[in-house]
């Protein structure tokens, strides 16, 4: 039985993270998973200790969602936070009320979290101490490194609501509707995981080529991998596809909470054999766009400006969550797959000698590619319920012109070839 003080601490849901209850299903339970594969297996006693080592610094973590008269919000709680082994498919549920969970299976250790808890630069900070804590205490490392250094106050503020300025007005373009991937589904829909690793200086050194970066050539080859999957009237819609942007790099914030906005890159065909020099060109041009300071802070102003208005904060949640459903799936509309480039893992030296890669996933209801880095080695993930592998077979096969060697695994689906 759960025990809940009348003193414990609570949080309002940041801006991002409202939307994620009343959108949460069971094909696309909003679910993000981070893994890291070790050179042996893990111990589970490390682990657990290390788990609760990381939430003394992470305490924002140890939350619980709770339902309001008007919003939802987070709640401390005295749960413990239980390791078990990996038993199922990923990013598909917690078992645990908690919002994250950890869990192993042979020499790979899994950090699954709720969106509505954080985002992914939030998690990244959290599963670095989470590995490093590991390390320390299964190998008794004699490394006294401070990973994170802000506060729990910084840690748990909401940065939406610290950095809200209503005079930043931007009006956007009116966007059209975007092609929609299609396709049979897995059984009960399963998330099927396709990831590539290879080596991250020679993306560098292929995006340096393109004069772009990582991301930009990413979803540049993404666009690219389409051109033979779409018909001739298919190719009248915009793809589109969706890029998070981590705010922290444009405000000072050392939130583990969400604080991220998206921008939607969009590129049309208008001819047959396009160059990827020709889609490189326009992705770069969108993304330097959406990029500047003005547009970033202008578009967080749009975002966070309805929960402002006084009669909006009146209405009930379960009124709420309906208008918000709706808008989603306009939104949606407007999407053709999503893009997360969460960066780079950076724990010290001497944690080198026991790690293998890491690999970052996303639960999604339509297609996800999600892309990690550690040392010199770039992990790309594909998440979809499709059972056809058409775009990313392409995607795949794009990188290995450039005689790149790639790594491919998947997990296994019943049904599957």
């Not at 969602?65 to 413990?80: A, P, R, S």
């Amino acid at each position: 039985m759960i025990k809940l003080s009348k003193l414990n601490k609570w949080y309002k849901l940041d801006n991002a993270a409202k939307l994620f209850p009343p959108t949460t299903t069971p094909y696309d339970p909003k679910i993000f998973r981070f893994s890291c594969l070790l050179k042996e297996n893990v111990d589970k006693e490390c682990l657990e200790k290390s788990v609760n080592k990381t939430l003394d610094d992470f305490p924002i973590f140890k939350s619980i969602l709770k339902k309001g008269l008007f919003w939802y919000y987070l709640e401390e709680t005295n749960i413990k936070a239980r390791v078990r082994e990996e038993k199922t498919n990923p990013c598909e549920s917690l078992n645990t009320p908690l919002l994250f969970e950890v869990t192993y299976y042979k020499n790979k250790i899994n950090l699954e979290v709720y969106h509505a808890l954080s985002d992914g630069a939030g998690c990244t900070s959290f599963f670095e101490n989470l590995i490093f804590n590991y390390l320390k205490i299964k190998h008794k490392l004699k490394d006294n490194t401070i990973l994170t250094t802000s506060s729990n106050y910084e840690k748990e503020t909401d940065s939406f609501s610290k950095y809200y300025n209503p005079s930043n007005k931007y009006k956007g373009k009116k966007k059209e509707n975007a092609y929609q991937l299609k396709g049979k589904w897995y059984p009960e829909g399963k998330l099927k995981i396709i990831t590539g690793s290879t080596s991250t200086s020679k993306m560098k050194d292929i995006a340096k080529k393109y004069n772009t970066t990582i991301t930009g050539l990413l979803i540049s080859l993404v666009i690219k991998s389409m051109e033979d999957i779409l018909s001739i009237k298919e190719k009248k819609k915009p793809i589109s596809i969706t890029v998070p942007i981590d705010l922290r790099k444009y405000f000072k914030s050392k939130t583990v909470r969400n604080f991220f906005n998206v921008t939607n890159i969009t590129y049309k065909f208008t001819k047959s054999n396009t160059t990827l020099e020709e889609i490189v060109e326009e992705v770069n041009k969108k993304l330097k766009e959406s990029l500047t300071k003005e547009s970033i802070s202008a578009n967080m102003t749009n975002l966070i400006r309805l929960e402002h208005f006084f009669i909006i904060r009146l209405v009930p949640l379960f009124i709420k969550n309906k208008v918000m459903k709706y808008t989603y799936k306009l939104t949606r509309k407007k999407q053709t797959m999503g893009l997360s480039n969460v960066g780079k893992i950076t724990l010290p030296l001497s944690c080198r000698s026991y790690i293998d890669k890491f690999i970052v996933m996303n639960s999604t209801d339509v297609l996800e590619l999600c892309i990690i880095s550690y040392e010199d080695e770039i992990s790309m993930s594909f998440s979809s319920h499709f059972i056809n592998s058409e775009l990313e077979k392409n995607f795949f096969r794009l990188l290995k012109e450039y005689n790149l060697n790639i790594t491919i695994y998947s997990n296994e689906i019943e049904g599957d070839d």
